[in-house]
């Protein structure tokens, strides 16, 4: 099943290169290969910052952990379609990193929110007294 999915992506990958190369000439299409496979590995190479990053805003609570994996999902993938030389893998590569970015702005603009239990045990509306039983048959001076 995979195989007859990679044919036609492959095809369609060829025939949007050769187009594309067609129309800007070849020195271009040189160029965007080299620019997209250098802008990937930087990528890559920042991947551990970003991640840390992300981390951060999970333990914050701005980002919950399905969001976390989205967006480190996304980003790696994104990275490595850059990489890979093509039109269409670039195109998919942006989108997938806009993706990230656009997981990354909601997670910056949502409330934080603590997945702690705050340290206070019981109810808030009871207080918390001392009884002292003093019997008025006892001598304090014996």
């Known amino acids: 099943m995979p195989i007859l999915v990679a044919i036609p992506f492959l095809l369609l990958e060829l025939y949007l290169s050769l187009s594309v190369g067609e129309k800007i000439g070849f020195l271009w299409s040189a160029i965007w290969i080299v620019v997209t496979f250098i802008i990937g590995l930087q990528l890559l190479r920042v991947s551990p910052f970003a991640i840390m990053g992300n981390l951060d805003a999970v333990k914050r609570g701005k980002l919950s952990l399905q969001g976390f994996h989205s967006v480190s999902t996304a ?28 997981l990354q702005f909601v997670a910056k603009i949502t409330p934080e929110q603590t997945n702690f239990k705050s340290e206070k045990q019981g109810e808030d509306n009871v207080i918390d007294v001392e009884i002292i039983d003093e019997h008025t048959d006892r001598n304090p001076h014996a």
């Open 75 to 102: 980003y790696f993938i994104g990275a490595v379609l850059l990489i890979i030389p093509g039109v269409l893998t670039d195109i998919l590569g942006v989108f997938a990193l806009l993706y990230t970015l656009y």
